[in-house]
């Protein structure tokens, strides 16, 4: 029998904190490149493309997300990409499946990113007041 893990988080906010050292501003600059490099590689997730296309794009969603502390769509990402760099070439339906699991993993870690950048934002405001 297996253990029961708790869910990845979409966006582990001391995580954040801890790679930016507590720099409210570099954290917001941070959440940015990251919503600029998801929207670069995401047009890549499709499975019609090469599969070296989209497992290199999953890699590097990856590397971003793991700097903000994206730790649920890392995992996704690092699944994708696995999978991409397989020997065993995955079927098309698995490529969607698994690219679909990063889309979504993307969506959400999005929302959240600007939540916390607002919500980073905020704190920066009234700290100035």
Do not use: N
């Amino acid at each position: 029998m297996s253990e029961l893990r708790p869910p990845l988080p979409v966006l582990d906010r001391d995580h954040l904190s801890a790679m930016t050292s507590g720099d409210t501003d570099l954290a917001i600059e941070v959440i940015g490149l990251f919503q600029h490099q998801a929207q670069l590689w995401s047009r890549l997730l499709d499975p019609r493309l090469e599969r070296r296309e989209w497992s290199d794009a999953a890699h590097s969603i990856k590397g971003a997300s793991l700097g903000i502390g994206a730790l649920k769509l890392a995992a996704a990402c690092e699944r994708a990409e696995r999978a991409g760099r397989s020997a065993d070439v995955p079927s098309p339906a698995l490529a969607a499946v698994l690219l679909g699991d990063v889309k979504d993993a993307l969506g959400e870690t999005l929302e959240e990113a600007a939540r916390a950048a607002y919500d980073l934002t905020s704190a920066g405001r009234r700290s100035a007041s």
